[in-house]
């Protein structure tokens, strides 16, 4: 700067003819009535004031000397300012070898000693690789994975790493390798995306901490997996049939889960009716026995008329379900017949009830019950008495 304005200053006394002793300036003025002639002979007096330019020593060599030191010492301290800014952080370098980490904020290293190196630890970084690889079943799988990082160790960043996303790629491919290694071609195109990427991630940190590589893998996503394009085909008709596969199975999983709760449903109502009909078989034996054991009772008490009873129920019974019925009159060589099958065939012409109409079978049917209900009535009248 100093030589700069020396060069002007000097560059105008021989170029300006207005300067020149004995001339006056441009706008006929004197030279020594020019107020910028002043400010410039000025700034020279005082730079060879300070200087000891022309051979001339300054009157006042200590002081200026420390004037000069003093700028310099100021300029020096100035220049080992430096500012880390949010999300960065500054590694200090003394000599070229690592000293500290510093954190956001003002900061200050002596220059020529110690030097900074700004790292933003807070951006994320992504690469993106496509690659052929062989499974665990001796199969080729096409492959396309996208890996997120950031640094969590700058130090190891600056030092450890010289290409990061060259570095960060070649680990994950070898990474996710070894992965498909132990797995099918089937599971890794089809439900195990998720754990396949989720076991490279972890391989991959493993390795990359291995390195001291001040790199943590925030994401690996594997963006597509699927076989060569030379047998898509083939593969889309086996992935067609596996679907396939799998609706016949729903279908039938839907058709069980229907059926069974109806056929568990129809055999409890069957074991239900079964008890129900063996209680009312005990019931009914029950009774008989009761029965039985009454009347054993009263034909201890009267034998005859307990007989002549039993003899009733049993004619009543049998005729009950015959059609045709022959009648004999003590005394008489008549014997009558009673064509019941031809009445109850018969269509009746007028009904008991006029509201209701009801056919000759239930009439008859009717007129039997209640002939055999009076019958019984009169025979329980006859055994209390």
Aim: aromatic share 8%; hydrophobic share 35%; no cysteine.
């Amino acid at each position: 700067m100093t030589s700069f304005l020396w060069y002007i200053i000097l560059k105008g006394e021989n170029n300006m003819a207005w300067n020149e002793p004995g001339n006056k300036d441009p706008w006929g003025r004197d030279k020594n009535n020019s107020s910028i002639d002043g400010v410039f002979k000025d700034f020279k007096k005082t730079i060879d004031d300070l200087l000891g330019s022309n051979n001339t020593i300054p009157p006042s060599s200590k002081k200026s000397a420390g004037f000069l030191s003093a700028i310099i010492v100021v300029i020096y301290l100035l220049s080992g300012i430096y500012i880390v800014n949010d999300g960065e952080r500054g590694v200090v370098l003394q000599f070229g070898s690592f000293n500290e980490i510093t954190m956001p904020g003002p900061h200050w290293v002596p220059r020529f000693i110690q030097s900074v190196e700004i790292v933003d630890v807070s951006k994320i970084r992504s690469v993106q690789q496509k690659a052929v690889m062989l499974t665990e079943d001796e199969n080729i799988v096409s492959i396309s994975f996208a890996i997120q990082y950031d640094i969590k160790d700058a130090s190891d960043f600056i030092f450890n790493l010289r290409e990061p996303d060259i570095t960060v790629s070649q680990a994950g491919e070898s990474a996710i390798r070894e992965v498909m290694g132990q797995n099918s071609m089937d599971y890794i195109i089809t439900e195990g995306r998720t754990g396949v990427a989720a076991d490279t991630k972890k391989l991959l940190q493993s390795v990359l901490d291995s390195y001291g590589a001040g790199v943590n893998i925030q994401t690996l996503n594997i963006l597509e997996a699927q076989p060569p394009e030379q047998v898509q085909d083939a593969f889309s008709d086996a992935i067609k049939a596996r679907e396939d596969e799998q609706r016949y199975i729903n279908e039938a999983e839907a058709y069980r889960n229907e059926i069974i709760p109806l056929a568990r449903g129809k055999a409890k109502q069957m074991i239900e009716q079964a008890i129900a009909y063996k209680v009312k078989l005990i019931n009914s034996a029950e009774g008989e026995a009761s029965r039985f054991t009454q009347l054993f009772n009263e034909y201890k008490k009267a034998p005859e008329v307990t007989k002549e009873r039993l003899y009733l129920e049993a004619v009543e019974s049998v005729l009950s379900k015959s059609s045709k019925i022959m009648i004999d009159v003590d005394g008489g060589n008549n014997l009558m017949y009673l064509p019941l099958d031809q009445l109850i065939k018969r269509n009746p012409s007028k009904s008991y009830d006029n509201n209701l109409e009801q056919d000759n079978d239930s009439s008859i049917m009717n007129q039997i019950n209640n002939n055999k209900n009076n019958f019984n009535s009169r025979k329980r009248d006859l055994y209390n008495e």
